[in-house]
């Protein structure tokens, strides 16, 4: 069964510095990852999506990569502002036949940046 | 361009009580999805609908039925609510015929007391 872990929990950084968020995944068979943002009492935004085949995308001052062999994905933020506060979730989609299209979400990372 | 809607936004439930979530997509997708959001739990899928007329479990489908009434529309029921129902729900679509992204509704915080 896919497993999939954010580590940290909770981040807190000052305006300014780069922010680093982690997910790992314990199945390689998937067929894309996406990272998502939350803010609080509302839904999800999906910020970017990657495909299996894809080592990184990009999206103004974000930027995701994705080791599909070693099961990681990073999403950089660059630049932290205080509007970036919120709680980041990944989700996997997986290859198999009997998931497909099921997706499988981290628990997330609550993200503070501090003015 | 509403997106994703689901109703209701709040829900206070007493235990054997039943109810229904209403969710709706104006966007033309195809495939539809159910998911609690429990604390430190991530999501957790309910039940996926791949097409209009199809319907699939998924992780926790217990003490839950739905309903894909037509393409824009997917309903979660809940029978007899119990205390361990009580979360925020999410219904969520996509267009099912690729590599595309997914698109959330607001949510319904539901308590079960």
């Known amino acids: 069964k896919q497993e999939v872990t954010q580590i940290p929990a909770a981040l807190s950084v000052p305006e300014g510095e780069n922010l680093v968020l982690n997910c790992s995944f314990t199945?390689?068979?998937?067929?894309?990852l996406q990272w998502f943002r939350q803010d609080p009492g509302k839904g999800l935004t999906s910020l970017l999506l990657?495909?299996?085949?894809?080592r990184e995308q990009t999206s103004g001052r974000l930027n995701a990569s994705l080791d599909k062999s070693s099961g990681r994905s990073t999403l950089y933020i660059a630049a932290s502002q205080p509007g970036d506060s919120a709680t980041y979730l990944c989700?996997?989609?997986?290859?198999?036949?009997?998931?497909?299209?099921?997706?499988?979400f981290g628990a997330g990372t609550q993200v503070v940046v501090t003015p | 361009n509403a997106g994703v809607t689901q109703t209701p936004k709040f829900q206070v439930l007493k235990t054997g009580q039943s109810m229904t979530l209403q969710c709706a997509q104006d966007m033309n997708h195809n495939s539809m999805y159910w998911y609690r959001q429990d604390p430190g739990m991530g999501l957790r899928l309910i039940y996926y609908?791949?097409?209009?007329?199809?319907?699939d479990k998924g992780e926790v489908p217990n003490g839950y039925n739905v309903s894909r009434l037509n393409k824009r529309e997917f309903s979660l029921r809940l029978e007899s609510a119990a205390p361990s129902q009580t979360s925020v729900y999410f219904c969520?679509?996509?267009?099912?015929?690729?590599?595309?992204?997914?698109?959330f509704g607001s949510g319904t915080q539901l308590s079960v007391l």
């Open positions: 609908s791949a097409s209009e007329g199809t319907t």
């Open positions: 969520a679509s996509r267009t099912g015929t690729g590599a595309e992204k997914l698109f």
């Open positions: 989700a996997v989609r997986p290859l198999k036949s009997d998931s497909w299209g099921k997706f499988q």
């Open positions: 990657i495909q299996s085949s894809q």
């Open positions: 199945d390689s068979a998937i067929y894309n």
